[in-house]
């Protein structure tokens, strides 16, 4: 079982900075692919950024691109989305995913493990 738990989420100011974690309890997520999607009221869940399992690779939503920075440190089985610039369009609940096979990919249903989500609002 795949058990993943976000956090660091909260309030900030448009132009202020947060970073999310996602941590796995219980196992490694060496071996995973894991992605940050998040999901504003009224819309649809959206992408914005994935990680390979060794860190090597990243591929980000354009609307973030260098705005948004993911990370991994496999050791501790947590994964970071590192926000900065924030927008009030960025005001989400974020998700972590994991999926275990198969290369940066944007499509949420490609992953079979989710967190809980946590809340970012963006004032402006």
């Known amino acids: 079982q795949v058990q993943l738990v976000e956090s660091g989420g909260g309030l900030v100011q448009a132009g202020g900075s947060l970073m999310l974690s996602c941590a796995r309890s219980?196992?490694?997520?060496?071996?995973?692919?894991m992605g940050w999607f998040r999901q504003a009221p009224g819309k649809e869940r959206e992408f914005v950024a994935v990680i390979g399992w060794s860190g090597a690779g990243t591929d980000y939503a354009d609307s973030v691109k260098g705005r948004f920075t993911i990370s991994r440190d496999n050791a501790k089985n947590t994964v970071y989305l590192q926000m900065n610039s924030l927008k009030p369009e960025d005001t989400a609940v974020y998700y972590c995913?994991?999926?275990?096979?198969?290369?940066?990919?944007?499509?949420?249903?490609?992953?079979?493990?989710w967190g809980q989500g946590t809340q970012v609002t963006v004032s402006s």
């Open positions: 995913a994991a999926k275990r096979f198969g290369g940066l990919i944007r499509v949420g249903t490609m992953y079979g493990y």
């Open positions: 219980g196992g490694t997520i060496s071996t995973y692919v």
